[in-house]
């Protein structure tokens, strides 16, 4: 499959949902549930329409990741408040500093110390499972009683 067909596929979904967005707030599952039985369908589970090997296409799984890091961190940027105060920053910044200084750290040494890896690995390897992600954070806390999500 091309990257012009994956990005035909991707985008059809995003315009699919944005037009039957009233229909589906009715459904009882999330958007997310959604997109995974869309991609059983056309994936090699059910229809066999759609093949993806990250090994032979790993430059269109990264250009793919990097498109959705970048609406990922615009929709969060969106809901922000707009006003700046520190009152409001002090738990994101702690949260970004400290918190995620200490995970790294802390499985650093564990990776150093119990895997034996070098320190170096030990520190990607702290950076990759650190808690960094605010966009994943924004989009799993709950704003209301009737929130869906």
């Known amino acids: ?6 990005f035909l596929l991707v985008g059809g979904l995003l315009l699919a949902r944005g037009l039957t967005a009233p229909l589906l707030q009715r459904l009882p599952v999330t958007p997310a549930i959604i997109y995974l039985a869309v991609g059983l369908l056309v994936g090699p589970t059910m229809f066999d329409a759609f093949h993806f090997n990250p090994l032979k296409q790993s430059a269109l799984l990264e250009v793919l990741t990097e498109v959705v890091v970048l609406i990922s961190l615009f929709s969060a940027g ?3 408040p707009t006003p700046f105060s520190f009152a409001r920053w002090r738990a994101p910044i702690l949260l970004a500093t400290v918190s995620m200084t200490v995970s790294v750290g ?12 070098p320190i170096g690995a030990g520190i990607l390897l702290g950076a990759i499972l650190a808690p ?6 924004t989009d799993v806390q709950i704003r209301h009683p009737g929130d869906r999500d």
């Open 1 to 6: 499959m091309t990257n012009a067909q994956w």
């Open 132 to 137: 960094t992600d605010p966009v994943l954070a």
């Open 78 to 80: 969106v809901k922000m």
């Open 106 to 117: 802390l499985v650093a040494a564990f990776a150093y110390f119990l895997l034996g890896l």
